[in-house]
């Protein structure tokens, strides 16, 4: 069976995996505002323009999928490695978390529409139907992972919690913080 115990070094991992993700993802929508010539800043959880910035819809549909589409390329990626390659429980916090983020921020734009859902408005297919597209593909590939190493509830909840846990944290400190990166 493959080897699945939670341990300290597999929650520093999911931690890391957290943190890469997130940064990530939003130096992605600051790269992309930044090339097309917009002043923006860059925080844990969010980038936002300079004042006096307002791009245009393309622009903004754009600047907002953009770091989907990398969250989902490092899900893939990570997907394939965990395909091919013999069990590593150390890629799994990779995929799991680009996952639960994109999941996450699905059922955020209830609240406020984010990512996915503007593109979504912008096309005008209603809000949650790219949320949806994203969810199903994501969760697609961490049931062909789980399904493949066998993975147990278990070693899934543990998962999660690493998960859920540093990603609150995460969040909630730049709600409180809020950290400029760039």
Not at 29 to 38: C, K, P, V
Not at 56 to 84: D, E, R
Not at 87 to 107: I, S
Not at 131 to 138: F, R, T, Y
Request: proline share 2%.
């Amino acid at each position: 069976m493959n080897e699945q115990k939670i341990n300290v070094k597999y929650m520093a991992t999911g931690v890391l995996a957290v943190v890469f993700t997130w940064v990530v993802h939003e130096f992605t929508h600051w790269l992309t505002s930044e090339s097309f010539g917009y002043g923006t800043m860059m925080y844990l959880n969010k980038t936002s323009f300079v004042e006096g910035e307002n791009p245009t819809g393309f622009h903004m549909s754009i600047i907002s999928i953009s770091a989907p589409l990398v969250t989902v390329l490092q899900a893939f990626v990570f997907f394939t490695l965990l395909k091919k390659k013999d069990w590593n429980k150390y890629f799994y916090p990779f995929l799991f978390t680009a996952f639960y983020m994109r999941v996450l921020a699905g059922f955020m734009n209830f609240i406020n529409v984010n990512d996915e859902g503007r593109v979504s408005q912008y096309l005008e297919i209603g809000t949650f139907t790219l949320p949806i597209v994203v969810g199903v593909l994501l969760f697609f590939m961490v049931y062909r992972i789980s399904k493949k190493h066998t993975l147990t509830w278990k070693f899934q909840v543990g998962t999660y919690l690493v998960v859920m846990v540093a990603s609150s944290v995460l969040i909630l400190l730049d709600q409180f913080f809020a950290f400029r990166l760039l």
